[in-house]
């Protein structure tokens, strides 16, 4: 797997989210060439300021569905962010706090990670990136 997208509610913050072991989980792809991305249904607009800002220090690209005018789990928008990162979908792990939008993601051609809690999901995506650093 080249690619890594992440939602950014219950996966890097708010409820349920781990955000400094999420955020070594990011760090530790980046390190081995994984290209990496937020995708999230945020409204965009300035809003949405705080998440773009991410690109580049701490992902590669951020894709706010309000900016591009689709939405999770619309197969277009992964496809949009597969290709932001110049990957195609089946290169991707989608991780997501919820199941439609992983759903949508495997539709696409991702491969699908539903974030129930951290350890689990770092654990599922260093196997999947062969990163060895999950929890």
């Known amino acids: 797997m080249r690619g890594l997208v992440l939602d950014f509610g219950g996966v890097l913050g708010g409820p349920g989210a781990d955000g400094e072991l999420m955020a070594g989980v990011v760090a530790a792809a980046r390190?081995?060439?994984?290209?990496?991305?937020?995708?999230?249904?945020?409204?965009?607009?300035?809003a949405g300021r705080m998440l773009r800002e991410l690109a580049g220090p701490f992902v590669d690209d951020v894709v706010l569905s309000g900016d591009v005018g689709m939405?999770?789990?619309d197969?277009?928008?992964?496809?949009?962010?597969?290709?932001?990162?110049?990957?195609?979908?089946?290169?991707c792990v989608f991780v997501d706090d919820l199941v439609g939008?992983?759903?949508?993601?495997?539709?696409?051609?991702?491969?699908?990670?539903?974030?129930t809690d951290p350890v689990s999901a770092a654990d599922e995506i260093a196997i999947l990136l062969e990163t060895g650093e999950g929890r």
């Open 31 to 46: 390190r081995r060439g994984v290209r990496t991305a937020i995708l999230s249904n945020d409204p965009g607009g300035p």
């Open 71 to 73: 939405a999770k789990p």
């Open 75 to 91: 197969r277009r928008i992964y496809e949009l962010a597969a290709r932001r990162l110049d990957l195609e979908p089946g290169e």
């Open 101 to 115: 939008n992983v759903r949508g993601a495997v539709a696409a051609g991702m491969v699908g990670v539903h974030h």
